[in-house]
């Protein structure tokens, strides 16, 4: 499975082969959301990526040390996800999540827990990461 999107006249493709790494939050890990699951989420949902710099490079290609820039620039787009006892239940980019929020479901027993969940894809390689990271909402 894949995801193609088009940002500033380049197309990038999120699939296996261009991921580096999924890091799930270190502390208190979510089950049962992976690769696919964010590659199936983007391809039904409408997710808006921008412009994001940082000071480190990426691990692939290395660009701003190649070219003595202090920053790297990155295409990065982020939506949230729900789970219940530390296990993936829904995302807010998800069709099923249409006229839900969070604390509708919190009030059900559906959900207990909020992520947000970053992706960050370098402008100049393609290559991306995926971070997972614990919320208070």
Request: hydrophobic share 35%.
């Amino acid at each position: 499975m894949e995801y193609k999107f088009n940002f500033e006249k380049k197309e990038y493709i999120l699939n296996e082969e261009s991921l580096l790494e999924l890091i799930n939050d270190e502390e208190s890990p979510v089950e049962g959301f992976d690769l696919n699951e964010v590659l199936r989420l983007l391809n039904e949902g409408n997710l808006e990526f921008d412009k994001a710099y940082y000071s480190s490079s990426c691990d692939s290609c290395d660009s701003n040390f190649k070219e003595k820039r202090n920053v790297s620039e990155y295409v990065e787009g982020f939506f949230y996800i729900y789970t219940k006892n530390k296990k993936y239940v829904i995302a807010n980019i998800d069709k099923d999540y249409e006229g839900k929020t969070y604390h509708k479901l919190e009030l059900l027993g559906e959900v207990d827990d909020s992520y947000i969940v970053s992706i960050i894809i370098c402008k100049n390689c393609g290559k991306f990461i995926i971070q997972i990271e614990e919320l208070v909402v």
